[in-house]
């Protein structure tokens, strides 16, 4: 195996299992912490550790405007709608019903790259999507709450996340951002992070807050996404968007739900059905036939 192919598995392992356990990560951090403000503190934390580490290394240099301008849009979308805007609904619909909805997402980048693109996934793809859809399937025809009065709320939150999250990835793959990788994610993080910070000000989240109010569970769970879910698993994901096509990329939100539900059964008391076992495996067959199609061609920016 090549260093480039075991690289490119490593960084699939690990969008594929840190983020699905960013789902209980994300629903202990907002019990104490307001939802906005958890993400903002949180990417702001972590692309300034980042970018300070571009400059440790020496790259003292200022990135020309229009690497600033791509990476602020990349970040919104992808971070501070695509992700803020799933966490915000999590407040409405359980944590295990939203992993699993988010499991569509490789569906609506291989829409989009079709239509937007003109870009049409192999039939092998769609195949693998199809296998992995009967195997959602076995886990939503469960007895799962999708929620109160208010879960039309989550959905909205959720389907705003992923058509923005959808969107950031084919962009991310035609915007030049720059040589320095490190750098330009650090950018997406802080834009994202200056994104949420704004919108929790106009929402007045922090009144009444107040360090008193913030559990233990709270913070450890804010400082593994910091460094884990923010710093590691994005960074691996803005590789894989370097080297293949987007619709692959986010085939992790196909083991995230497996892995979520996992989790959910051995940290948060929640039931692990022999037919959850089944409906992962069904899901992880999907990603094996996406991930083994011919690839879709990855237009690289100007430089």
């Keep these: 195996m090549g260093r480039d192919r075991l690289f490119i598995l490593i960084a699939f392992l690990i969008t594929y299992f840190v983020w699905g356990a960013t789902y ?22 972590a692309g300034s550790l980042m970018y300070l580490y571009t400059l440790i290394r ?6 020309k405007l229009r690497y600033v301008a791509n990476a602020s849009l990349i970040g919104i979308l992808l971070l501070g709608i695509g992700t803020g805007a799933v966490v915000w609904a999590q407040q409405y619909i359980p944590t295990s019903t939203t992993s699993l909805i988010i499991a569509f997402e490789p569906l609506v980048v291989m829409l989009m790259m079709w239509g937007w693109l003109s870009n049409r996934p192999p039939l092998k793809a769609f195949f693998g999507a199809f296998v992995s859809i009967i195997g959602m399937g076995l886990l939503i025809t469960q007895p799962i709450a999708i929620g109160g009065g208010d879960a039309y709320l989550g959905m909205i939150g959720i389907a705003s996340g992923m058509l923005c999250w959808g969107a950031g990835m084919l962009l991310r793959q035609r915007l030049d951002l720059g040589q320095n990788r490190v750098r330009a994610t650090a950018m997406q993080m802080l834009s994202a992070g200056l994104f949420l910070f704004i ?42 968007l370097g080297k293949v096509s987007a619709d692959k990329v986010s085939t992790n939100t196909y083991v995230n739900p497996v892995v979520a539900v996992l989790l959910g059964g051995l940290l948060n008391g929640e039931v692990v059905t022999g037919q959850s076992i089944l409906a992962g495996a069904i899901l992880l067959t999907g990603v094996y036939f996406i991930n083994s199609s011919s690839p879709a061609p990855v237009k690289r920016p100007a430089s």
């Design 24 to 45: 209980l990560a994300n629903y202990w951090a907002i019990d104490s912490i307001p939802v906005f403000g958890m993400g903002a503190s949180r990417f702001f934390v």
């Design 58 to 63: 020496g790259d003292f240099s200022l990135p």
């Design 199 to 240: 919108f929790s000000l106009a929402l007045d989240e922090w009144a009444g807050w107040s360090f008193d109010d913030l559990t233990a569970r709270s913070a450890y769970s804010w400082l593994f996404l910091v460094v884990f879910g923010s710093i590691i698993a994005f960074s691996a994901f803005n590789y894989l």
